[in-house]
T-cell receptor, first 115, second 115 residues
Framework: AQKVTQAQTEISVVEKEDVTLDCVYE???????LFWYKQPPSGELVFLIR??????QNEISGRYSWNFQKSTSSFNFTITASQVVDSAVYFC????????????FGGGTRVLVKP | DSGVTQTPKHLITATGQRVTLRCSPR?????VYWYQQSLDQGLQFLIH???????AKGNILERFSAQQFPDLHSELNLSSLELGDSALYFC??????????????FGPGTRLTVL
């Protein structure tokens, strides 16, 4: 069975601080995919990134960066120099080849960025 | 804007009633997924359709059913509604049927309130 754990339920920071969101996953498959989605207060789910299990390279996109470590089954997400617009709930999700495209989500981490 | 549309945006109804939620996928996407987001269960996968055929079922109640039509839009039917069915229902779409690698793009959701 698949499982995604986001241990941090809420993180509060002041603008321009960095914030790191933890994601730990469980799967028995060797081929799997990891995702991060953002849910702003307006409610929609916005796709941020996808990584596959064979690619452990870290990725940076603007102020966002992701650290994928298979050895610890973690896929952490860092927002550098946070802004008020980053306030949202962030979800980590997992899918694996055997289960088709079904996404298993973590419980989400609410990020509050204060001005 | 993800390109996935959902109607209605809000729905308020009474226990025991039946409702239909509608979703149109992004242009070119053949897969449609339904997810339920509730406070106690989080984001849960319900069902997946690809090009009109059911591909996978998740935690979907027997009172719920879905279908995907030849024009690829999908409908989720919820019947004999209970208070606990109150939730945000998301539709997502992706290009492929399986493999797990394709990111899913989510619609804005339908917020269902059962009174």
């Amino acid at each position: 069975a698949q499982k995604v754990t986001q241990a941090q339920t809420e993180i509060s920071v002041v603008e321009k601080e960095d914030v790191t969101l933890d994601c730990v996953y469980e799967t028995r498959d060797t081929t799997y995919y990891l995702f991060w989605y953002k849910q702003p207060p307006s409610g929609e789910l916005v796709f941020l990134i996808r990584r596959n299990s064979f690619d452990e390279q870290n990725e940076i996109s603007g102020r966002y960066s992701w650290n994928f470590q298979k050895s610890t089954s973690s896929f952490n997400f860092t927002i550098t120099a946070s802004q008020v617009v980053d306030s949202a709930v962030y979800f980590c999700a997992l899918s694996h080849k055997a289960a088709g495209n079904k996404l298993t989500f973590g419980g989400g981490t609410r990020v509050l960025v204060k001005p | 804007d993800s390109g996935v549309t959902q109607t209605p945006k809000h729905l308020i109804t009474a226990t025991g009633q039946r409702v239909t939620l509608r979703c149109s996928p992004r242009s070119g996407d053949l897969s449609v997924y339904w997810y339920q987001q509730s406070l106690d269960q989080g984001l849960q996968f319900l069902i997946h359709y690809y090009n009109g055929e059911e591909r996978a079922k998740g935690n979907i109640l027997e009172r719920f059913s879905a279908q995907q039509f030849p024009d690829l839009h999908s409908e989720l039917n919820l019947s004999s509604l209970e208070l606990g069915d109150s939730a945000l229902y998301f539709c997502a779409s992706s290009v492929a049927a399986s493999g797990g690698s394709n990111e899913q793009f989510f619609g804005p959701g339908t917020r269902l309130t059962v009174l």
